[in-house]
């Protein structure tokens, strides 16, 4: 049987992350991943600040008057030359299973490309369903393991996507 869908937010915007964001996006990666898995604050510093990183967070409107959009979501991505790398990608479990997670890696890929990339690439725990379906639903391969990945010691799966010819994409 299908996973009943959650609630939908009012509605969704992306855009680029902010500095003043930081805190915000530090406390859903740890939200999102066992303490082995999440980043330090170091480490999440590292990868938004390399050459060629993005980092586009999605609000949901709460719907209420006066009241502040929340930040739902967040994908951070790098980019070298014609290859792409999804570093992580986060969205609160409230808002899961609503399309956060699908409207993120997608803007995320229209700027890679945008950008020369062809191909993106990224890890996932092998024992991470959701994500694995997630990364098949939109078109990600598997290539194999990648033994004690984490630092926790579970294997990882590499997969990745070409974004060439997306017209026969399937999302
Ligand atoms: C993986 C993750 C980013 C998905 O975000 P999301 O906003 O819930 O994803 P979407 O609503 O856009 O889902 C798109 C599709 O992915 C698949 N999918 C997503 N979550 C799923 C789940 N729990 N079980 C099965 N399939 C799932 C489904 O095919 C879904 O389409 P459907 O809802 O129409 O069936 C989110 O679960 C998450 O942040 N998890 C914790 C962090 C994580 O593991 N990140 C990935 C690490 S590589």
Redesign the pocket.
Known sequence: M??Q??PSPAKISLRDAREADFETLYAIDQA??STAVAYTREELRWYMSLRGAECLV?EAETGAKNSRARI??F?VSVRRNARGH?V??????T???????????RRAEERMEQRGVSEVW????TN???????????GYGSHGRLPSYYPDGLDALAMSKRLVNRAGAEN
Do not use: M, Q
């Not at 990224?122 to 725990?125: C, S």
């Not at 991470?128 to 939109?138: D, G, L, Q, R, V």
């Open positions: 299908k996973a869908r959650s999102c991943y999605a739902a979501g994908i999804i992580t990608i986060d969205v609160l479990e808002y899961r299973r609503a399309g956060v997670g699908s409207a993120l890696l990224l890890e996932t725990a991470n369903e959701p994500a694995i379906a997630f990364w098949k639903k939109h």
